[in-house]
């Protein structure tokens, strides 16, 4: 098992940026799977970005052009860089790791982003 920890959420104006951070317990070098889903009031967890396979990286159409996803496989740590935030990028956002396809993800606690004026 691995723990996630993300950090980075807070308020920030529209058309702002901000850069979360999740740090896992052991190595993510070889996941199949690696990446964050959010969840807004009211609303389901859903698929932000992800880097699959090593190097495969999957955007919501949504975040394309705005949200960058990366990783440090020394630190054990993944990156979500978000530009031109708009107030409809409010949500928890949780990152994730899948070892195997075979197998669940499992979740970090969620940082909360606020995109408000």
């Known amino acids: 098992q691995v723990q996630l920890v993300e950090s980075g959420g807070g308020l920030v104006q529209p058309g702002g940026s901000l850069r979360l951070s999740c740090a896992a317990s052991?190595?993510?070098?070889?996941?199949?799977?690696m990446g964050w889903y959010r969840q807004a009031p009211g609303k389901e967890r859903e698929p932000v970005v992800s880097?699959?396979?090593?190097?495969?990286?999957v955007h919501a159409d949504s975040v394309k052009g705005r949200f960058t996803i990366s990783r440090d496989n020394a630190k054990n740590t993944v990156y979500l860089q978000m530009n031109g935030l708009k107030p409809e990028d409010t949500a928890v956002y949780y990152c994730?790791?899948?070892?195997?396809?075979?197998?669940?993800?499992?979740w970090g606690q969620g940082t909360q982003v606020t995109v408000s004026s």
């Open positions: 994730y790791v899948r070892y195997f396809p075979s197998r669940a993800p499992e």
């Open positions: 052991r190595s993510i070098f070889s996941a199949f799977a």
């Open positions: 880097i699959v396979r090593g190097d495969s990286t």
